[in-house]
């Protein structure tokens, strides 16, 4: 029998699964589309038997002529059966299969009697196969033994809505529709009049052409889209009843609806890409179906504004989003984390304006948002206005590389593409170039006519300052668009960093040298406000994330807004941005939106909308097509390619599920990664995007993955699931407080009655949702800091110090050091600036003469080193301590410890199931069995009343 198994497990390998059929019956007819709903499956339309030329067939799908059946095809290599018309129908029928848009076969016109005609399609390249019946009316055609064949790898075919049936639907649910009206995704930018006015902002309200709408507006919340005011957009229609809302905010956090955490999965009926189906009743969503918000608000325009264009851009929102002004419909747009730009010239009137806005809370775009935090909505970051001239810099791109390859220290090429919008004849743009971060006169200059509205300037610069996580150096850029006549039209600024980001030889280079992104994982969330954050809170985790020695953070699971990269490229952050790309919860089922072909667009908008928005930020190092999508795909090849034509200057993370130019992957035991390290064969470098999940009192074995990751060239960092726990604060009744207590609680999933829901998985941070730090931080700290320090000859005092730094010197920091014995300091002292370059060693040597090792036997003795700041900057005063190291003195022979050796005098003796120890005036007795102290006796009196037994037991984590 044995050799039987070895045969079938042979053959079972050399053919997996040959030939695996799935016939079309078999599948959810439920989702196809047909003339008059006239489907039938194993029967004919009449409920008898299927007989086609005289012959019975017990398989079948039966569909009147008009009939049009989708299925995705998934893994299936080829579509195989014979097509006939029923017996009892009259007239004849024509049948076709599409593979997408294109004609497979058609089986020509087959009358009633005809002997079946068979077909053998090859499905290669194909995403759905429809099967299409066309004929007299009430002919009945059969598809007979239709089926895929596979060979059982991969998602199996499933049916599918006919994408001809969403242009009925409104745009929510049409996944083919996701943006109507709104403008292409650009560069984030602010106009201001004069070069000197755009050198001196500092921020994008600081222009004369920026009106901020964000304040209390006029508010109605309903459960159900057929309940929203459908009149409420309309100038005549009165508001004056409604509440007031904060914008930006979410609006289950202002009283409206129900917060709901969800980890992996939908919390509404799963049934792509409608939303509207009725869920189990438990579900929050059997009652607030579809949340829909609708804000009102008035503004007047500045009279200067008067000749120039004006656009209404919305920083977030979530899901989807009608807009109106004055009555009239300007556009919609799902995306919110992308957000969405509207040119609301042709809508203004002088005066008082009215701007409406309704925000659904689901639409077919949340089948792409199902990432793991709170589900929420509203508008919920900026609303501004914004003015700028009809001939405008519509968009811009602005790269930097060193002309010599390899020769970071010489000079480099600042490349500015531009687009101009409604060009004159004999325009111009000018760049000018001034440092930002420090101070210095203009270090370039360069004017370029425009060419078809189109601008290219390439300007060499002399060994820049270059812009690091470690430096953060910037520069600001004006570009200025003039009109023939030298007049200024506009001035645009933008910070840029000189910086090169390349892969070389399995390792990702900054500025040519292979950097370990030491990172964490940030969600936008605010324990108040939720996806509000408002800009000192952001400042708040940059700084916070930088004492913590943390350098690279990764957006999870979206784009962030826009002003968390202005930080990043100011407080020195490595940034890996993170396209609103999540479809985990339809993880192996091939209607996942980055399977079928009608979100296809809507996905690959969400790709290069987050590329077009966020490109000139330097610090965004890696591009992410998405979180844990799960699924094998084209569309990632697509999306790859796609955004490698656009941005080729940046490396992209994918997981899995395509090309990709960094291996990426979660979780990855520590021995994995000890094995990708030594694996030789590897051709990307590995960084974790997730490890080391922080939830509860511990970040795992952090030690244990950076030995490892310091130990390999191709390993080069991993970011910490995250940064700070999603709780949310809300108040403790007040029949439960107790004195001097808070009197709040964090709230996680489930507390706010919302369902489905997974629980307190949402506060899994380094930090608590205040941002208040917890004890595994000194881990995260001491692993990713920048200096270390280790014994070489302690009796004589000497150390090396150890340079982990990529481009920072020693000397920017003072080394101070201290010698303790059991707390208490014996000796203390400064070696002032070392002058360590970075990726560098070097041995120091301290005075011994006041250790009192031989005179005092203490507990604990060894040295302590602290590197702290030289001067002030961004994110921590002059002091600061950046790293620090402890020395321990050996006290102890560790031969002696190891052996075990008794007092003198005393004895051990194994009497069956005990161990007896005497010595002195004692004896004890030690159970073998259970570890219990069962006896113990001091001068002949018995000490204990019962068996001492061992109780071993830690404090509880939660992961």
Known sequence: ??????????????????????????????????????????????????????????????????????????????????????????????????????????????????????????????????????????????????????????????????????????????????????????????????????????????????????????????????????????????????????????????????????????????????????????????????????????????????????????????????????????????????????????????????????????????????????????????????????SHIKDYFVRTLPVATGDYAGRWNLKVTAEIQDAVDEMSVEAELYPHSFKGRRVARDTAALVNGRVELNIGVDTPQLWSAEGPNLYTLILTLKDKKGRVVESIPQKVGFRAVELVNTQILVNGQAVLFKGVNRHEMDPDHGYTVSYASMVEDARLMKQLNINAVRCSHYPNDPRWYDLCDEYGLYVIDEANLETHGLAGDVRNPVIDPAFRAAALDRELGMVERDKNHPSIVMWSLGNENNVDSDFFEQAYNLVRARDPGRPILNQGNGPADIGDQMYMPVAALEAYGQDISKTVPAILCEYSHAMGNSSGNLSDYWAVINRHANLQGAFIWAFADQGLRQPIPPVNLRHGEPDYFWAYGGDFGDYPNDSNFCCNGLVQPDRRITPQVAEVRYCYQGAFVEPVDLRKGRFLVQNAFFFTNLKEFECLWRYEEDGEVISRGSLGELDLPPRCQMEITLPVDLIRLEVVQPKVAGWNFEFVLRRACAWAPKGFSVSSDQVLFPLEDPATVRTGALVPGATLEERGDTIVATGGNYTAVVSKVNGALIAWQVDGVEQLMTPLEPEFWRAPTDK
């Open 1 to 390: 029998m044995k050799y039987f198994w070895l045969v079938f497990t042979f053959f079972s390998l050399l053919f997996p699964l040959m030939g695996e059929e799935i016939l079309i019956s078999q599948l959810d007819t439920l989702r196809m589309a047909s003339a008059g709903d006239s489907i039938a499956v194993g029967r004919t339309l009449a409920g008898a038997e299927i007989k086609v030329a005289g012959r019975v067939y017990p398989e079948g799908v039966a569909a009147l002529a008009g009939s049009d059946l989708c299925f995705l095809r998934g893994a299936a290599a080829r579509l195989q059966g014979a097509v006939g018309v029923i017996d009892t129908s009259p007239g004849g029928a024509m049948f076709k299969i599409y593979g997408d848009a294109n004609v497979l076969w058609t089986s020509g016109g087959v009358a009633m009697g005809a002997t079946p005609r068979s077909f053998d399609l090859d499905l290669s390249g194909v995403a759905m196969v429809r099967l299409v019946v066309e004929g007299d009316p009430d002919t009945a055609g059969c598809w007979l033994k239709t089926a895929f064949v596979s060979h059982g790898n991969g998602i199996k075919p499933q049916a599918v809505y006919n994408p001809a049936t969403y242009e009925s639907l409104p745009e929510w649910e049409n996944p083919r529709v996701f943006r109507v009206g709104a403008e292409p995704s650009t560069a984030t930018m602010m106009v201001y009049d004069s070069p000197k006015q755009a050198r001196k902002a500092t921020s994008r309200a600081s222009s004369p052409w920026f009106m901020s709408l964000d304040g209390g507006w006029k508010f109605d919340w309903v459960e159900h889209p057929d309940k929203r005011k459908r009149d409420f957009c309309q100038n005549w229609y009165s508001a004056e009843r409604w509440d007031e809302i904060n914008v930006p905010g979410c609006v289950e956090l202002q009283g409206y609806g129900t917060a709901l955490y969800k980890n992996i999965g939908y919390y509404f009926k799963v049934d792509p890409p409608y939303v509207m189906g009725e869920p189990d009743e438990k579900y929050t969503t059997f009652k607030e179906r579809n949340a829909v918000s609708s804000y009102r608000r008035s503004f007047v325009l500045p009279k200067a504004w008067a000749g120039r264009r004006i656009y209404l851009r919305f920083d977030g929102f979530a899901s989807a989003m009608y807009v109106w002004v004055n009555g009239q419909r300007v556009g919609y747009a799902e995306d919110g984390r992308q957000g969405a730009t509207f040119d609301i010239t042709p809508c203004l009137i002088q005066g008082q304006n009215l701007l409406a806005v309704a925000v659904y809370r689901l639409c077919d775009g949340s089948y792409m948002e199902d990432q793991d935090f709170w589900r929420l909505s509203g508008l919920y970051r900026p609303v501004y206005l914004w003015a700028v001239p009809q």
